[in-house]
């Protein structure tokens, strides 16, 4: 298995554009996790989905930020519109039922707006 | 909120030494889980410990959790170079199903 695939790897976007990133977890995990990691606040968990079900969104930011995960394979994460702020880097995480498993998490997105 | 805390939050050791990273968590867990970032990376994991288990061994690696005290240690016996990274604590809060907490970390530095 090639692991947890994040695209792109960076991303440079000027404040008010859209951008989305993008996730394919490993093959048989059934949740799925969006973190975003910075100096000031550390791994901050965003949203996490079970069964392609968003199950705990309280941590987004606030409405500019939406997650969807339409299959099993696929998750999106979108920023709209974006600011500054939003400069992190965002990590894709998926793991399978049970407790007795860790998290495999993808290489991440470096996202800077300007 | 960050649910754990690590201790120190920085530390450089001689390659060969022991490298020892202590966690600290506020609420009843499920389980603690310890990852590896190096710089510039996605997290590894490196090994979880349950609840009802007190210590753990995975190669040079070394975990023990006192559930009384809420506190985890890292242990890395006969560190390498290769060891540098940071290195995180989480945390599966009981009633958080599969939700995982950071903490902030301790960036270790190996010299060589």
């Known amino acids: 298995d090639a692991g947890v695939i994040q695209s792109p790897r960076h991303e440079v976007t000027e404040m008010g554009q859209e951008v989305t990133l993008r996730c394919k977890p490993i093959?048989?995990?059934?949740?799925l996790f969006w973190y975003r990691q910075t100096m000031m606040r550390g791994l901050e968990l965003l949203i996490y989905f079970n069964n392609n079900v968003p199950i705990d969104d309280s941590g987004m930011p606030e409405d500019r930020f939406s997650a969807k995960m339409p299959n099993a394979s696929f998750s999106t994460l979108k920023i709209q519109p974006s600011e500054p702020r939003d400069s992190a880097v965002y990590f894709c995480?998926?793991?399978?039922?049970?407790?007795?498993?860790?998290?495999?998490f993808g290489s991440g997105t470096r996202l800077t707006v300007v | 909120s960050q649910q754990g805390e690590e201790d120190p939050q920085a530390l450089s050791i001689q390659e060969g030494e022991n490298a020892t990273m202590n966690c600290s968590y506020k609420t009843s867990i499920n389980n603690l889980q310890w990852y590896r970032q190096n710089s510039g990376r996605g997290l590894v994991h490196l090994i979880l410990i349950r609840s009802n288990e007190r210590e753990k061994h995975s190669g040079r690696l070394r975990v023990t959790l006192d559930t009384s005290k809420k506190s985890s240690s890292l242990l890395i016996t006969a560190s390498r170079a290769a060891d540098t990274a940071s290195y995180f604590c989480?945390?599966?809060?009981?009633?958080?199903?599969?939700?995982?907490?950071f903490g902030q970390g301790t960036r270790l530095t190996i010299n060589p």
């Open positions: 093959s048989g995990h059934d949740y």
């Open positions: 989480a945390t599966v809060v009981i009633q958080g199903a599969q939700k995982l907490v």
């Open positions: 995480a998926s793991s399978t039922t049970g407790q007795g498993s860790g998290y495999t």
